[in-house]
């Protein structure tokens, strides 16, 4: 059974650009939810998608926002990019939202210069 | 004051030894998760837990929900064992904690 797959794995962009990062999550997998991780603030939520809806948020500005696709997987994009906003992003999967064993990607490094 | 509080912070053990990392939260939960992160980032769940006790080989996870306590112990450490270890609440979503470093030598 695959893992829950997120590309790209590294990227480098520019201040003001903008980037879009994709997951897969594991097959039958209903529920997918994005974190930020940072040495500063450590692990943070995003938001978590169940089929096609957003059902939360975290406590991020606008310019970090997400979909779900009909077949579960997930896009988040991130607009006119900072600095600060240099991080792992990482992608899980769930087959519902009640808290269920959860499982990772490998997570998506992007470095802002 | 986090939701989610860990320790020790750091913690360095000799092969054999034997190992607990704490884990409290503040606030009322479904579930509470037990991660682990090697470097490189990639992160695996040990164990979801609602009550009682879990086991899993040399790793063992209990929960007091009274007391808003977990525990997770390593029995037997072991070099391949070093890594951080990350405890998180599920409450609609999942709140972390800052993680304990564990190194285990030789």
């Known amino acids: 059974k695959a893992g829950v797959t997120q590309t790209p794995r590294y990227l480098i962009k520019t201040r003001g650009q903008q980037v879009t990062l994709s997951c897969s999550p594991i097959s039958g997998h209903r529920s997918v939810s994005w974190y930020q991780q940072t040495p500063g603030q450590g692990l943070q939520f995003l938001f978590e998608?169940?089929?096609?809806?957003?059902?939360n948020k975290g406590n991020f500005p606008g310019r970090f926002s997400g979909r779900q696709f009909s077949n579960s997987r997930s896009e988040m994009n991130v607009s006119t990019l900072e600095l600060g906003d240099s991080a792992l992003y990482l992608c899980?999967?769930?087959?519902?939202?009640?808290?269920?064993?959860?499982?990772f990607g490998e997570g998506s490094w992007l470095t802002v210069v | 004051k986090n939701e989610v509080e860990q320790s020790p912070q750091n913690l360095t053990a000799q092969e054999g030894e034997f190992i607990t990392i704490n884990c409290s939260y503040s606030?009322?939960?479904?579930?509470l998760h037990w991660l682990q992160q090697h470097p490189g980032g990639g992160i695996v769940s040990l164990f979801m837990l609602s009550s009682g006790k879990k086991k899993h080989g040399r790793l063992i996870a209990t929960i007091n929900i009274q007391e808003k306590h977990s525990s997770l112990h390593i029995t037997a450490s072991h070099p391949r064992d070093s890594a951080v270890y990350i405890c998180?609440?599920?409450?609609?979503?999942?709140?972390f904690g800052t993680g304990t470093r564990l190194q285990v030598f030789p």
């Open positions: 998180a609440v599920h409450r609609d979503k999942l709140i």
């Open positions: 998608y169940f089929s096609e809806t957003q059902r």
């Open positions: 899980a999967s769930s087959v519902d939202y009640s808290g269920n064993t959860i499982y």
């Open positions: 606030v009322g939960i479904s579930a």
